[in-house]
């Protein structure tokens, strides 16, 4: 469990990002490339945590429930 919330920012929310599922330690995940850094969509342990975490460069960015209308469709899982 998440000791603090990390809000998605309007910025990041906002911008058309293209999302491709992937699989890394045999969970699945979605990757893009943001402006040469890796964003990065890990599927949190819900209700105990957000839907998604969110990292860029390997460093949790955000957490969220709501996939943001901008972003490509959401990959199935």
């Known amino acids: ?8 920012s309007e910025a990041a929310s906002a911008r058309p990002i293209r999302w491709i599922g992937e699989k890394r ?5 979605l990757c893009a490339d943001v402006d040469g850094d890796e964003w ?3 599927y ?3 209700p ?3 839907v998604y975490l969110l990292y860029v460069n390997q ?9 943001p ?3 490509s469709s ?3 899982r």
């Open 25 to 29: 330690a045999d969970e699945p995940v």
């Open 1 to 8: 469990m998440l000791e603090r919330e990390f809000p998605l």
């Open 44 to 46: 949190g342990d819900f």
């Open 69 to 71: 209308p901008a972003w």
């Open 74 to 76: 959401l990959p199935s």
């Open 40 to 42: 990065l969509i890990v």
């Open 48 to 50: 105990a945590e957000p």
């Open 59 to 67: 460093h949790l960015s955000a957490t969220f429930n709501d996939w």
